[in-house]
């Protein structure tokens, strides 16, 4: 969940293909570039009517202001199926929704989006990463996923301490 | 979201009906004694799948501790469409699910359930009351709706305020 310091703007898109993901439609790019080994992964459209995992706050002792705010972890059906059989199946995508929030009296409401991170499953595709691609849009820009090969590094070095979970650190909350 | 001081468990159960709202069962149950004259809601089945509408955290510094945690706002699909088109349908259904979270290094957690209130339309049966019936569950107690009329009253004369809004308090968050 690291910020990337640096942000790039993936060009020389080459191909787009829709991968139909239980009734949820994921875009992917086939990107150009350093990144032509791998595709990067499109917005997740719709995500915000897919299911809540679950919640959490980071708060202001939280050293990393950028991680700051409230987040919440969407799940597609595809990816929901994978909580309960404790098995991802491609097609599954998660969706990590960092807002912002303000406090008055004790009372913390949810102001602006600040980014999203998005984790899609295809175990082909993605082989060298356990099956999964990591993707990122900041605040309500649809359009350039900002995912960098060192942030991707970054994002999978954490995850991959969750091998025994599918690389997935959240679980649903009932 | 004041908190009922005594907890009173309906009894005397006389009919059910299953109530289908756009896809999401509501069961309501016609109560017996003193709340004979409008039907109790029943749970809420399946209402951790319906869309996440918002989120806020109630935290140490508010003076009533029942009601702190975080909580969310989930919508069956006919209230959904209520907050699109300004207007909730008769059967409509909200859940308030206040959880319990603890901190640690500046991050909060998620925790057990603290209750859920629920918000059923339906414009003949609950017409005194804008076409809203409210109802409580304490924990992860499905069975017993803990409503009173007090509280009932409670409920009702603090989302009149928001009658221009068809007596709801929260917006979609997008």
Partial sequence: MLFPF???IFRSLSAA????????????????????????IAYPAGYRQWVHVKSGIIGSEFPME????????????????????????????????????????????????????VMVKDS????????WRFGRFMADDHEHNIMTPDLHQVCFQCHEKQKAHGFVFSEFRK
């Fill in 17 to 40: 293909v829709v991968v139909l993901a239980g009734g949820s439609a994921a875009l992917i790019f086939a990107a150009g570039g350093d990144e032509s080994s791998q595709a990067q």
């Fill in 6 to 8: 640096s942000l790039r």
């Fill in 66 to 117: 950028p991680e700051r705010g409230i987040h919440h972890v969407y799940a597609n059906q595809t990816a929901l199926t994978g909580f309960e059989s404790g098995t991802f199946e491609d097609g599954s995508v998660l969706v990590y929704d960092l807002v912002s929030l303000s406090e008055k009296g004790g009372i913390s409401t949810e102001g602006a989006r600040r980014r999203i991170d």
């Fill in 124 to 131: 082909k595709l993605y082989a060298d990463n356990g099956g």
